[in-house]
């Protein structure tokens, strides 16, 4: 295989995201004294430079695989690339003001970001099974990293080994599964695995496929947190240094999803096939919304809760899943609507976790519910902007997660799924999560607010200041005009989709 | 016997191993351990397709080349991780981790 030009020019994105997570660990050890907000400011930039690059470079018309095969250079990839060049950079101005509060302000933490996001990218744009393999790694490995990053703090270590000891254990399981479907499809490509699993005939009842099959949907469904592979999310949420929360949050779910949607949307072809795996991922989004809402109503602990939420959002997207799954007539609309919600989430969590970083008391982060009495009040704007994020993770119109929601439910309701039941469960559920982030606001407006020495306080300084603007503006605007970003994705998914057609002729 | 099951029922066996290990060790590096011992089984499995398969395509010997270098940079942040758990509670059993309840 040649290399040629195009094959680099078409991963350049990756390519600077991953060398500028270099350049900085060089340029930290080779002068320790640097100030890390400049670092950080550094690595902003190269964001932002990977995202016009990516945003230049926007594929149009027929997109064939580069790499011979490994990476498809398509809309999906350049969506899926530039959501998570946004949650890094989001959290990367949310985390230099914690940091540098926490003292353990180290250049690794933005190279650390800079890997993950990389990795994130490889899964997104993969065409073969190794390569989604290899982004997953690179994915995890750093984030195995980020979650112990507080050295001194037990939590946070506690949270590294749990994180790592059940990821290895999932990653063993998604490999297995790999080698399952390459020994029933001879090849690891995804085009051609669709190939031998759409002329087989019997590819519905055969072991090795469905037990493959399987396996894969255990590493997915551990990366991206639903019910029963779960157990790890509120553990390590709560016990990471909460800037690394708040990225893992958005970016390992985004990657997690950009590559479990296009395996699963390219490489099992069969009418047969997918109406079973589409079966047991609605049972599996059943249990996720479920479970994840009602927990996330027990919870006091403000990155608990959102930990749950999270687990519960894993849930609404496996709708959109599922629709994509089991509507053969038009599977780009259950794509489009994943892809929607991925970046809704991105903003509205992020902005969440934001407010949470901004509170301190007495050198203390600002962790329990019930503390955040008449915070309101105090500072207007960051309780505005909580109640903004609350109402849009609730999925209260008009804001991004209500329409982020609207989509999913009318991709899951055309009648070839089949699934009312999981419409209706969708519905409730968000009832249910009313419950807990409306009480995060009534905490905030409706409780006196302690005064003194133990009066809580917030700080933002510019950067975190940025960022929550930025997820706040995201929040709003895809609420208010989400027509353009929705026909873009319609135009992306059906792209994929169309890719997957020509692969089977 | 088809020599593609024979290999197939070692590494099933192989990983059944591992994941008894991951449930009932106690220790931090002994559930390292049983974890290689998944990602071999799996290992084995995509070279006995491969030998067993279309000879002139070598994705799965390569792809196993990739898990164990993978399966090398996971082991070094692991032990890392443990060694830093070691250094802050003084031993590496999962049982009694729970700061953070479980």
Redesign the interface.
């Known amino acids: 295989m040649q290399i040629t030009p195009r094959d680099i020019w078409n991963i350049s994105p990756h390519l600077v995201v991953a060398a500028l997570g270099l350049i900085i660990l060089l340029i930290d050890a080779i002068w320790p004294r640097i100030s890390k907000r400049q670092l950080a400011n550094l690595a902003l930039l190269g964001l932002i430079g990977a995202g016009a690059l990516q945003a230049r470079f926007w594929p149009r018309g027929q997109v064939t695989p580069v790499l011979g095969g490994m990476i498809v250079p398509d809309g999906y990839t350049a969506f899926f690339n530039l959501v998570l060049l946004v949650g890094a950079g989001i959290s990367l101005l949310l985390s230099t003001d914690y940091l540098e509060w926490d003292g353990s302000a180290h250049g690794e933490y933005h190279a650390l970001v800079l890997f993950t996001a990389f990795g994130g990218m490889v899964m997104a744009a993969a065409g073969h099974l190794i390569v989604v393999f290899l982004g997953l790694e690179i994915l995890s490995i750093s984030l195995y990293i980020l979650a112990g990053y507080q050295r001194e703090r037990r939590e946070s270590q506690e949270a590294a080994l749990k994180y790592f000891l059940l990821g290895a254990f999932a990653s063993a399981f998604f490999l297995y599964g790999m080698a399952l479907v390459y020994g029933y499809a001879g090849s690891l490509d995804l085009h051609a695995i669709a190939r031998a699993a759409g002329a087989g005939q019997g590819a519905a009842a055969n072991q090795l496929l469905l037990t493959g099959i399987g396996l894969l949907l255990v590493g997915f469904g551990f990366k991206v947190a639903v019910v029963p592979f779960h157990i790890w999310t509120p553990d390590v949420y709560e016990g990471a240094p909460t800037s690394a929360t708040a990225f893992m949050s958005v970016v390992a779910k985004a990657a997690g999803f950009a590559a479990f949607v296009r395996v699963f949307a390219l490489a099992f072809p069969g009418a047969d096939l997918r109406h079973q795996v589409g079966a047991v991922v609605a049972s599996i989004a059943m249990l996720t919304m479920v479970v994840g809402n009602t927990a996330a109503v027990l919870q006091t602990n403000i990155k608990r809760l959102l930990a749950y939420s999270s687990i519960a959002h894993a849930g609404y997207i496996l709708v959109g899943v599922v629709a994509v799954l089991r509507n053969p007539a038009a599977p780009a609309e259950g794509v489009s609507a994943v892809l929607f919600y991925t970046l809704a989430y991105t903003f509205m969590n992020l902005g969440a976790f934001a407010v949470v970083l901004a509170l301190r008391r007495r050198g203390e982060e600002l962790l329990n519910i019930e503390e955040y009495a008449g915070l309101g009040f105090r500072y207007p704007w960051l309780g505005a902007l909580m109640a903004l994020f609350m109402l849009s993770l609730a999925g209260m119109p008009p804001t991004a997660g209500f329409f982020a929601k609207l989509y999913l439910i009318r991709a899951a309701l055309s009648p070839l799924v089949g699934m009312w039941w999981l419409v209706i469960t969708l519905a409730l559920t968000s009832v249910v999560s009313f419950y807990y982030y409306i009480r995060v606001v009534t905490v905030m407006y409706m409780r006196p607010a302690v005064e003194g020495e133990q009066a809580p306080q917030a700080s933002a300084g510019p950067h975190l200041g940025t960022g929550l603007a930025l997820a706040a503006l995201g929040t709003i605007l895809l609420g208010l005009i989400p027509a353009g970003i929705l026909q873009a994705a319609q135009q992306i998914a059906e792209g994929l989709v169309e890719l997957g057609g020509m692969a089977l002729r | 016997m088809d020599p593609l099951n024979a290999f197939?029922i070692v590494s099933a066996g192989l990983?059944s191993v591992?994941v008894f290990g991951?449930l009932t060790r106690r220790n931090?590096v002994a559930?390292?351990m049983s974890?290689e011992l998944?990602?071999n089984?799996?290992?084995l499995?995509?070279i006995a397709?491969?030998r067993f398969?279309?000879p002139t395509?070598l994705?799965?010997q390569?792809?196993a080349i990739?898990?164990l270098t993978?399966a090398a940079?996971?082991a070094a942040?692991?032990l890392a991780?443990?060694l830093?758990?070691y250094?802050?509670?003084r031993h590496?059993n999962?049982d009694d981790?729970h700061?953070?309840?479980?």
């Not at chain 2, 700061?99 to 479980?102: P, Q, R, T, V």
């Open positions: 197939l990983f591992g991951v931090a559930i390292l974890i998944m990602l089984a799996a290992n499995n995509l397709f491969a398969g279309d395509v994705a799965g390569v792809f990739f898990v993978v940079a996971e942040v692991g991780i443990v830093c758990v250094r802050n509670i590496i999962v981790l700061i953070l309840k479980w």
